[in-house]
Nanobody
Framework: QVQLVESGGGLVQAGGSLRLSCVAS????????MGWHRQAPGKQRELVAR???????NYADSVKGRFAISRDNVKNTVYLQMNSLKPEDTAVYYC???????????WGQGTQVTVSS
């Protein structure tokens, strides 16, 4: 079982920056993928970015060049640096964890990001 605790959400003006953090705890393999999804009001959840234990990343096209995902494997923490934020980035952001050998992802409780125009 994996527990995820997110932090760093909030209200920011368009063009501003925020940094999200997520700490994983519990029992899991060192081989894993951590990431961020988001869900805006009235929309489906979508992948924002993810990063493997080895540091390989992929991003949604809508955030490429503006967001950067990173991780600290010692601290079991994943970060999402969000720059040049737009109102359309407003959503609840969820940390996700995919453990090696398991088919389902673990999800955090979510943190609200609101970008005002």
């Amino acid at each position: 079982q994996v527990q995820l605790v997110e932090s760093g959400g909030g209200l920011v003006q368009a063009g501003g920056s925020l940094r999200l953090s997520c700490v994983a705890s519990g029992k899991f393999s060192s081989i894993n993928t951590m990431g961020w999804h988001r869900q805006a009001p009235g929309k489906q959840r979508e992948l924002v970015a993810r990063i493997t234990h080895g540091g390989r990343t992929n991003y949604a096209d809508s955030v490429k060049g503006r967001f950067a995902i990173s991780r600290d494997n010692v601290k079991n923490t994943v970060y999402l640096q969000m720059n040049s934020l737009k109102p359309e980035d407003t959503a609840v952001y969820y940390c996700t964890f995919q453990n090696w050998g398991e088919t389902s992802d673990y999800w955090g409780q979510g943190t609200q990001v609101t970008v005002s125009s």
